[in-house]
């Protein structure tokens, strides 16, 4: 499985490094500036590393409301925070374009990022309005900007968002395999923390025949070992913060208290 080469584990927690509000964004602290948005990821980054996981990915997670179309700004600031943090990361590196895979792809040509995450096929209601794609577009532009090795982790449960029409889970995987031959299958609670229903998961991962399943959000030191016996790996944030608050900042302890679950269950594999 390419997660294993690419991680060097089996069932690799891939961590989120949320970036602070951008210029452009309604949050931005302009006192702060870009110094205020590069230090708060950098100690996010390096808590995170030092607290062993396998991968990490920078998300303009506080950008809220998400666009669906990201602004040339919030590019242009994200590429600058991981250029400059670019010496320090010593794990495969992801990004995120909160909800833009065009966008993404951009940005990981741009700073060598391994793969992205991203919401690339399937047409939605959502809270940001109907939310189309263009999976055959995104895929093509992938390869017009020489993005060809950057793996795809597609999330087929979209927070805050509904699939637009009557299908069953298992179909919607089913037909995203053999139609776009995406590199990771990403299952979602609905928000940013929420749990991702188990019983979900082991549908989504007996659907498909050769596409690993992340669990996508919600993970935490008391399911990690549940989820993990049907995920091949989990994208994990809410719960490496301070209190487990999705503002705070990253607390190294609490991920060293997850990932040391996660070691254990790996052990007993």
């Known amino acids: 499985m390419w997660t294993k080469e690419l991680f060097g584990v089996e069932k690799?927690?891939?961590?989120?490094?949320?970036?602070?509000?951008?210029?452009?964004?309604?949050?931005?602290?302009?006192?702060?500036?870009?110094?205020?948005v590069l230090e708060c990821a950098r100690h996010d980054l390096l808590?995170?590393?030092?607290?062993?996981?396998?991968?990490?990915?920078?998300?303009n997670e506080f950008s809220l409301p998400y666009l669906t179309k990201v602004e040339t700004v919030t590019v242009a600031a994200m590429a600058r925070v991981i250029g400059e943090l670019k010496p320090d990361i010593r794990i495969p590196l992801g990004v995120n374009c909160l909800w833009d895979p065009v966008a993404s792809i951009d940005l990981a040509?741009?700073?060598?990022?391994?793969?992205?995450?991203?919401?690339?096929?399937?047409?939605?209601?959502?809270?940001?309005?109907?939310w189309n794609t263009n999976v055959g577009a995104t895929v093509r532009h992938k390869m017009a900007v020489s993005?060809?090795?950057?793996?795809m982790l597609y999330n087929i449960v979209p927070e805050a968002a509904a699939y637009l029409g009557s299908r069953e889970i298992e179909s919607i995987a089913k037909t995203t395999e053999f139609?776009?031959?995406?590199?990771?299958?990403c299952v979602s609670g609905l928000t940013a923390g929420s749990e991702t229903d188990t019983q979900i998961l082991m549908r989504v991962k007996n659907a498909v025949k050769h596409t690993p399943v992340f669990c996508n959000t919600g993970c935490n030191k008391d399911n990690i070992r549940r989820q993990l016996?049907?995920?091949?790996g989990a994208v994990c944030a809410t719960t490496f913060k301070v209190d487990g608050v999705f503002e705070n900042p990253v607390d190294v302890n609490r991920v060293k208290e997850f990932m040391k679950e996660v070691k254990a269950f790996r052990a007993g594999m």
């Open 147 to 151: 993005g060809r090795d950057i793996r």
């Open 229 to 232: 016996q049907y995920a091949d």
């Open 109 to 130: 040509v741009a700073v060598d990022a391994k793969f992205i995450r991203e919401i690339i096929t399937g047409v939605y209601a959502s809270d940001f309005g109907l």
């Open 47 to 59: 808590a995170l590393q030092e607290g062993g996981v396998d991968g990490v990915m920078f998300s």
């Open 179 to 185: 139609n776009n031959h995406p590199d990771a299958l």
């Open 12 to 36: 690799p927690i891939i961590a989120m490094c949320h970036m602070q509000p951008m210029p452009g964004d309604p949050a931005y602290d302009e006192a702060g500036g870009m110094e205020k």
